[in-house]
């Protein structure tokens, strides 16, 4: 069965960090490049960042480039995002997704002071 278990959110400070994890299993971690994306309240998904199968290459949405850092540990098949000097407008439910189209349920990320 695969899985794929988003963990790390929380209420944050704006200016705060997190860092996000999302543990899979059930299928070959190293073999897909995998993608975190996020739904804030009443609005549709927002693709956030994207990292290849080895880690060697990243891409971020222009909206957090430079606040938040895609990255992976294929030995213990997880994906992390690290997010940092976050704002209110990055509250949203995020989610983490493999190129092979499995996704996991969410983690809430809330940036409020």
């Known amino acids: 069965e695969v899985q794929l278990v988003a963990s790390g959110g929380s209420l944050v400070q704006p200016g705060g960090s997190l860092r996000l994890s999302c543990e899979v299993s059930?299928?070959?971690?190293?073999?897909?490049?995998m993608t975190w994306v996020r739904q804030a309240p009443r609005k549709g998904f927002e693709w956030v960042s994207g990292?290849?199968?080895?880690?060697?290459?990243?891409a971020y949405a222009d909206s957090v480039k430079d606040r938040f850092t895609i990255s992976r540990d294929n030995a213990k098949s997880t994906l992390y995002l690290q997010m940092n000097s976050l704002k209110s407008e990055d509250t949203a439910v995020y989610y983490c997704?493999?190129?092979?189209?499995?996704w996991g349920r969410g983690t809430q990320v809330t940036v409020s002071s």
């Open positions: 990292i290849n199968r080895s880690g060697g290459t990243t």
């Open positions: 997704g493999s190129q092979g189209g499995s």
């Open positions: 059930g299928f070959t971690f190293s073999t897909y490049a």
